[in-house]
């Protein structure tokens, strides 16, 4: 099976970094995902990593590393419309993409 | 507007009946992908087709079933409905088997049971 952890929420001030880390457990691994949620919204893709290291996109950067079971999304340059829900999610054995509970992080003024 | 299309947006019925909700990949996907997001929970894997053919199956209940249809486009069917079913059922279309490069997902049916 597939156990993906990361935090319930996260305050920041508007401007400020962010970091949110993702560790997980999984039986065969095929790439992590980030994704935004907006309460009451679809998800929608932020960022994919299948080989270690780091990915930037813009304001926002993920980190892998597979041995470790650990990865990090970076939000930098906080903005007031980042408030949402960030979602880790593993595709494991099975081509199943398994999600973690998200991370509420809010932004503050 | 992300090119998958859910319907209907809500539904509100009485426990024990059965309702169809419906989902149209974005053109060109041959993948989708149902889940189920309950109050405050994460997104929980139902199930995946890939060209009309089930591929991949999570924690889907019995009283669950889908089908994806020659033009791709797929229904879940939840039958003998019960509180706990209410939730958010989003549909998310990929363009391969593997779904690289992430999902694409529709804004979803909000399902009261009441």
């Known amino acids: 099976g597939q156990n993906i952890d990361q935090p319930t929420e996260m305050t920041a001030t508007e401007g400020a970094i962010v970091q949110i880390n993702c560790t997980y457990q999984?039986?065969?691994?095929?790439?992590l995902f980030w994704y935004q949620q907006h309460a009451g919204e679809a998800p929608t893709f932020l960022s994919y990593n299948v080989l270690d290291g780091l990915e930037e996109k813009g304001r926002f950067s993920s980190f892998l590393s597979r041995s470790k079971g650990y990865s990090y999304l970076l939000l930098k340059e906080l903005q007031m419309k980042d408030s949402a829900s960030y979602l880790c999610?593993?595709?494991?054995?099975?081509?199943?993409?398994?999600f973690g509970g998200g991370t509420r992080v809010l932004v503050k003024p | 507007d992300s090119g998958v299309t859910q319907t209907p947006k809500h539904l509100i019925t009485a426990t024990g009946q059965r309702v169809t909700l419906r989902c149209s990949p974005r053109s060109g996907d041959l993948s989708v992908y149902w889940y189920q997001q309950s109050l405050d929970q994460g997104l929980q894997f139902l199930i995946q087709y890939y060209n009309g053919e089930e591929r991949a199956k999570g924690n889907i209940l019995e009283r669950f079933s889908a089908q994806q249809f020659p033009d791709l486009h797929s229904e879940l069917n939840l039958s003998s409905l019960e509180l706990g079913d209410s939730a958010l059922y989003f549909c998310?279309?990929?363009?391969?088997?593997?779904?690289?490069?992430?999902?694409?997902f529709g804004s979803g049916t909000r399902l009261t049971v009441v």
């Open positions: 998310a279309s990929s363009g391969n088997l593997r779904g690289d490069y992430g999902y694409t």
């Open positions: 999984t039986s065969g691994f095929n790439g």
């Open positions: 999610a593993v595709r494991g054995a099975g081509n199943k993409l398994t």
